[in-house]
């Protein structure tokens, strides 16, 4: 038993999880709905990443905060945010793009059984506002993120503060609750490496339920739909976060190779949240700076979402062209606009795209029963959208963290040569 735990540990994790992946693809493709027997296995798995999400992003963040200065805080959002709006909006222009090209509406009908009751949605500046806590119990028992990051923020700044007053008891105060986080913060990444060696499990769990329980008949039908997102999906992959990493600096074929885990799960559990705690790691392994990389990859995993994006493009196209009424160029840009607030507002958890879908479908005043129609296959392409929502909260990472480079060479420069 023992041996064959040194040899389970002694594989490589992404060898691992992708055995873990395929066997679960098999085991879904042969055993049909049967497979909902491994379902547990798979819920486990989310389960204890959504227990470790919170405390690792509030602690991640406290420490992120102190080891940097409030200049050096402001320098990065200033950078990362234009990003992720910018990625956004493109990405619902390719969706846009990729679908009036492959009209994936045409000859699908409306008649569809499935219906899908939509929850309310908080509009934009709603979500702006509902970021500062009423109750931060609250906050952290509904797993409000943004509330989350909002709290950690200002929880960093007041130890960053007392850690430089002029009083010497604030001073040590200060010290000694940054001490605390700082072991806090390295205990809760032992339980992440604990629950890691169990993820190959949990993919397989994941895989063959989700896998065996589509029916294959709704999959035909909008088969041209799901093949669209996947195109679309691979386009922002291999063209465009390509071209702009190299427009930065970047090494692309690294920079893949090094967050292939981090893209393997979000594929899988089909949630930016629940894969956050693996992104982290993988940013560390892309060479990311661990402040750049904690202070942007968690407001990233919530409010980035380049997949999301592209799904709304290609969905209101999708529903255009089933009702046959073609969209003026003035109304696609209004789209772009509406759905990358609409992006930006969704949160990233399983199926969250359908109800940003909904939100963008009743702007644009196209029926909401084709969101429902689509609610039979959401799960095939929503791994394949958080797959581009977390590939692209990365993508924003490496670019700011390779912009900060500069800038630290440039000073440096500057230093040793001052005329320079
Ligand atoms: N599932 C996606 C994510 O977590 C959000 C979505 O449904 O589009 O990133």
Redo the contacts with the bound molecule.
Sequence with gaps: MIALWKWYRSKSFMLKITVGFTLGLIFGLTFGPANTFFAPLGIIFMNLLKMIVIPLIFLSLIVAVNHSNPTELGRIGVKVFPIYVITTGISVAIGIIIASIMRPGKGVSTDSEIVISVPERQGFLDTLINMIPTNIIKSFADGNILSVVFMAVIAGLAILYMRHAQDNKQQDMGYTLMKFTEAANEATLKILNGILEYAPIGVFGITAATIGNQGIDTVIALAKFVITSYIGVILLLVVFYPIILKLWGGKVIQFYKDIKESMLT?FV???????LPITLRAAKKAGIDERIANLTLPIG?TVN?N??AL?LGVAVIFASEIIGMPLSMVELVSIVVIGTLA?VG???????????MSAVFAQAGLPIEIVGLTAGI?VLV?MV??LG??TGDLVAAKMVDLSERRHEAKNIKIQIDPQA
């Design positions: 979000a559990t089909c949630s930016s949240l629940g894969t995993a979402m997949g999301t799904r992006a969704t949160a990233g958890v399983p199926g969250a795209g359908l109800i940003a959401n929503d959208f958080t929502n977390v």
